[in-house]
């Protein structure tokens, strides 16, 4: 078993073990519904409180390098945080949902895979909907100076590959609470 699928398993085991609702995003969910392509962490959503953080950080062991009281202040503070997978050094970046209804949406509408991304294949996992993935990386593309080429191509990626799949009323609804119509009307053309 390479060390990503391995690393990753681990992840998912501390995970269930905690019952932290979760979901996988980013690269990884891009690749899943529409371009593959490489990555060097895996971006996951959880659910998670400030009173579980002890809890949270123990399920992980001594495989992990996990900061307990950084991991602390991100989540009381909304912000994400990573925990390093010592045996390969593969980071897993963890962003946590708090009250944000996006994120509360995006939970709510997860859906299981097996993956298909090189590395993760055949590894049960819950992943972001096409039409979440989207959204959220056009909130990154935003953020960034709407300069990430390697972004973008995600978006047309997945925009592209489920096409006439997408839901575009709630597509439409969230882009314009998020502020990136303009950008999702780019992509629509």
Same mark, same amino acid.
């Given at each position: 078993?390479?060390?990503?699928?391995?690393?990753?398993?681990?992840?998912?085991?501390?995970?269930?073990?905690?019952?932290?609702?979760?979901f996988v995003g980013g690269s990884?969910?891009?690749?899943?519904?529409?371009?593959?392509?490489?990555?060097?962490?895996?971006?996951?959503?959880?659910?998670?409180?400030?009173?579980?953080?002890?809890?949270?950080?123990?399920?992980?062991?001594?495989?992990?390098?996990?900061?307990?009281?950084?991991?602390?202040?991100?989540?009381?503070?909304?912000?994400?945080?990573?925990?390093?997978?010592?045996?390969?050094? *593969?980071?897993?970046?963890?962003?946590?949902?708090?009250?944000?209804?996006?994120?509360?949406?995006?939970?709510? $509408?997860?859906?299981?895979?097996?993956?298909?991304?090189?590395?993760?294949?055949?590894?049960?996992?819950?992943?972001?909907?096409?039409?979440?993935t989207i959204l959220a990386k056009?909130?990154?593309?935003?953020?960034?100076?709407? $300069?990430?080429?390697?972004?973008?191509?995600?978006?047309?990626?997945?925009?592209?590959?489920?096409?006439?799949?997408?839901?575009?009323? *709630?597509?439409?609804?969230?882009?314009?609470?998020?502020?990136?119509?303009?950008?999702?009307?780019?992509?629509?053309?």
């Amino acid at each position: 078993m390479i060390a990503l699928a391995q690393a990753f398993q681990e992840v998912l085991a501390a995970l269930d073990r905690t019952e932290t609702p979760f979901f996988v995003g980013g690269s990884v969910a891009s690749s899943t519904h529409g371009l593959a392509r490489q990555t060097n962490d895996i971006d996951i959503v959880v659910d998670l409180t400030v009173d579980r953080v002890a809890d949270f950080c123990d399920a992980f062991g001594p495989g992990f390098y996990a900061d307990r009281d950084m991991v602390s202040r991100a989540v009381e503070a909304g912000r994400s945080f990573n925990l390093i997978h010592l045996a390969s050094a *593969y980071k897993f970046d963890f962003f946590p949902i708090g009250n944000d209804p996006f994120g509360r949406s995006e939970m709510a $509408r997860r859906h299981m895979t097996a993956g298909t991304v090189t590395g993760l294949e055949n590894i049960e996992f819950p992943v972001a909907s096409p039409e979440d993935t989207i959204l959220a990386k056009l909130v990154w593309f935003r953020k960034g100076g709407e $300069r990430s080429d390697r972004q973008w191509h995600d978006i047309l990626g997945v925009a592209r590959i489920q096409a006439d799949r997408l839901d575009g009323e *709630y597509l439409g609804k969230w882009a314009a609470k998020l502020g990136v119509v303009d950008l999702l009307s780019k992509i629509c053309q």
